[in-house]
């Protein structure tokens, strides 16, 4: 029997020991990762999501990167969790940077007067599914991979190093590759104490 929705988000869970084996081309992937955030719902159909995916060595080169930059500002004496973090990431296949265009939010802002307390709302909400989207949709294919937020304190230089427009706003990073590691048990917290129905 085939999986449902539900069975695919089930099987989307939090993956930090990753490994560089995929089951699918480079090509395949970046396609899937496309596609996903494409058709992921946004408010007035704005598509303000972005995404930058790196593969390899220029997914290296970003974790690289965010380790120097931690260097600078985590104590000396506590930074080997902090590298071991970012070479655990280093070790996936590859790395989805996911970005909000603001000029879409300010143009819909300028459009839409009347809601423009809602657009940078709606507009991480939009960001949030396309997150969760890409997510599942890795793990539907057995890839594993988290959900890291180093912003803003590597905008600049992801800016700079893939040549990303100052209005794409960084919100999180996906490292991905194989699962290296079994996932835990994880546990929940009693549905009365989450959920109200009423009929």
């Known amino acids: 029997m085939s999986k449902t929705f539900i069975d695919h988000i089930k099987t989307r869970r939090t993956q930090y020991a990753l490994g560089k084996t995929l089951p699918k081309s480079e090509e395949e992937i970046s396609r899937l ?7 992921v719902p946004s408010s007035f159909n704005s598509q303000s999501s972005r995404a930058v995916i790196l593969f390899g060595k220029q997914s290296d ?14 104590p000396a004496d506590s930074f080997a969790s902090t590298e071991g973090k970012m070479d655990a990431f280093a070790a996936g296949a590859g790395t989805v940077l ?37 997510w599942t ?19 600049e230089a992801v800016q700079k190093e893939w040549h990303v427009p100052k209005s794409w706003k960084l919100r999180a990073q996906m490292p991905f590759g194989s699962n290296e590691q079994p996932f835990p048990e994880k546990s929940f917290m009693n549905d009365n104490d989450r959920f109200k129905v009423y009929a």
């Open 33 to 39: 990762i496309q596609d996903v955030i494409k058709h």
């Open 61 to 74: 080169k970003f974790w690289h990167l965010t380790k120097e930059i931690l260097r600078k500002i985590v």
């Open 98 to 134: 996911f970005f909000e265009d603001q000029d879409v939010v300010k143009s819909l802002q300028d459009k839409f007067p009347l809601y423009a307390d809602n657009f940078p709302i709606w507009s991480e909400q939009s960001g949030g599914m396309a997150q969760f989207a890409v």
């Open 137 to 155: 949709a890795l793990a539907e294919h057995g890839i594993g991979a988290s959900l890291q937020h180093y912003a803003p304190l590597v905008d």
